[in-house]
């Protein structure tokens, strides 16, 4: 989901959320500069919105400020303006919504006036955990409701061993003890800006960042003529030229959505929960989802690979397992990630990540590679040409580091430029063209009833090689078990891979009972729920196009 945007998406423990959303956690302090063309002239975020944190649980209270200013000649009606939260990820039509106070009341704006609000949000004890998106909005004088940029705030359940909320504020089990900056609070500020990226990882030789080629790797022994995956067409090949078509779920790292990022890495629980998914439930591909964070907010493993090596080598240990499986494949995904933009996309920052996860995995043929999470919103596609741009930069750098060690391109799957990467729609008339253009995959996340899977996944794939990277059952977004049973029988029959949200037990929609006591879940029985029931009863199944 996406960090998402998917803690239902991404960082959410909300059991109305999407997957997709997935643990998706702000990777800025505020939200860009926006413009709403109004009349003679524009109606302006001047003042970008600001949350003063990046995550809080329930019971505590969010501030949010930003100031509008009206350029035009002519004066403005402006009946209301206002400040809320939604939860992240997709549609959100029928999605709680929750509204700050105080609001802004009915004004008549001449040139250069402003309007700022200063609110704030109390978070019920029952607010779902999961990823929320916060934004302004004002209604014009016709009734129409204009939404300025979102910023994404993960609401996270307690942590077993955290004090209550309203407790002493230095707990370590707050996921984010101090405000940000801009913020009246008795917690220092906090920067929220991205920790600058080095091009190694600490003690890694930038000029060698990967493993030594020549040793013999996790593939060793497996039928290697059939590892190396490509695109032909419409469709993923093996080096053979079989059509390859995974179908698994989503796998978090050793953060585990956020449940486990209080408590040291433990390689082993994601290895285990591996074994489960490919040797019971018959999985051949795998998304494993790297969360990281701007800030520690009382995490104990939390910054990217560019930061810490030790990371890197938890998720060279992970895919390396994977790797001893014959004929399964895992995408490589940044869900949660800092370094994208407000808007989800990866950006300069974001690259360095990617160079750095090239030279280490160049040599890995069972690795997919997948750029982002969910490029949000961008509803009328007015933000398409950005997204492919920054997907195609990104793709360019990865094909530039295969290139200097002279290894085979690998899979990259670039996302859905709309609607927390639903559509692929601009990518039909404007595939990649980094490297050529060649083994580049279109990633959608289906989070929808049947009716909408013509346009998410059917005929994008007439054209293009398409992969299914989240979708399950959210029941506000329209999307019943039923619907996922379809998915899944549809895809098989196109050959488009799938994976489904999430093999964990407190990142809904969860294919995992929880019984982990609100804990990490370490050696907790893998029982499957109804959603992960249906999975595991597909998978027994060959797919049969």
């Not at 956690?25 to 109606?43: F, K, M």
């Not at 796998?251 to 449940?259: F, Q, V, Y």
Request: hydrophobic residues 40%; contains cysteine.
């Amino acid at each position: 989901m996406t960090a998402r945007t998917s803690v239902y998406t991404c960082l959410l423990s909300l059991a109305v959320l999407p997957a997709c959303v997935g643990l998706v956690v702000d990777s800025t302090a505020e939200a860009p500069d926006a413009g709403v063309t109004a009349h003679e002239g524009t109606l302006t975020i001047t003042s970008p919105l600001q949350v003063d944190r990046a995550a809080a649980m329930p019971g505590e209270l969010l501030r949010a400020k930003v100031t509008y200013t009206w350029k035009g000649t002519a004066s403005l009606l402006v009946r209301k303006v206002v400040i809320t939260a939604r939860p992240s990820g997709g549609a959100q039509a029928g999605a709680p919504v929750l509204s700050f106070s105080p609001s802004v009341g009915e004004s008549t704006l001449v040139t250069g006036s402003t309007i700022a609000i200063d609110a704030a949000l109390a978070l019920d004890p029952a607010t779902p955990a999961g990823a929320w998106e916060v934004y302004s909005s004002y209604q014009d004088e016709d009734g129409g409701w204009q939404n300025g940029p979102g910023v994404l705030v993960s609401v996270i359940a307690p942590h077993p061993d955290a004090e209550a909320p309203g407790l002493d504020a230095s707990s370590p089990g707050r996921p984010d003890a101090e405000a940000r900056p801009g913020f009246d609070a008795a917690s220092p500020d906090l920067d929220a800006s991205a920790p600058a990226l080095d091009a190694a990882a600490p003690g890694q030789d930038a000029s060698d960042p990967g493993p030594d080629a020549s040793a013999p790797g996790p593939d060793a022994g497996i039928a290697l003529s059939r590892r190396w995956l490509a695109t032909s067409g419409n469709k993923i090949v093996h080096a053979d030229g079989t059509v390859w078509a995974g179908r698994g779920m989503n796998l978090p790292d050793t953060r585990g959505c956020d449940a486990c990022a209080f408590n040291a890495p433990n390689v082993g629980e994601v290895l285990r929960r591996i074994d489960e998914a490919v040797d019971v439930w018959h999985a051949s591909f795998l998304r494993l989802d790297l969360a990281s964070f701007a800030s520690a907010g009382g995490r104990t493993q939390w910054q990217q690979v560019t930061q810490d090596a030790e990371y890197l080598a938890d998720v060279q240990a992970i895919v390396d397992h994977v790797g001893t499986k014959q004929d399964v494949y895992i995408l490589l995904s940044l869900w949660v990630d800092p370094t994208f933009s407000a808007a989800g996309w990866p950006t300069t920052a974001t690259i360095d990540t990617w160079r750095l996860l090239a030279a280490t995995f160049r040599d890995t043929p069972h690795v997919l590679y997948g750029l982002s999470n969910e490029p949000q919103a961008n509803y009328n596609g007015s933000q398409d040409a950005a997204c492919w741009a920054a997907m195609n930069s990104t793709a360019a750098a990865i094909r530039e580091v295969e290139d200097a060690y002279g290894t085979p391109h690998h899979v990259i799957a670039v996302q859905g430029t709309r609607s927390w990467a639903r559509v692929l729609d601009y990518y039909l008339a404007h595939p990649i063209t980094a490297g050529g253009g060649g083994n580049i995959a279109y990633e959608t996340h289906v989070y929808d009833p049947t009716s909408s899977f013509q346009a998410r996944f059917v005929d994008p794939s007439e054209s293009l090689p398409v992969i299914i990277g989240e979708f399950g059952p959210v029941d506000w977004a329209g999307m019943a078990l039923q619907d996922c049973d379809n998915l899944m029988a549809s895809a098989d029959s196109l050959q488009v891979p799938w994976l489904a949200w999430t093999f964990h037990m407190r990142c809904p929609p969860n294919l995992l009972q929880d019984s982990s006591n609100g804990s990490c879940g370490v050696d907790m029985a893998l029982v499957p729920t109804a959603w992960g029931q249906l999975v595991k009863d597909r998978l027994a199944v060959p797919a049969s196009p």
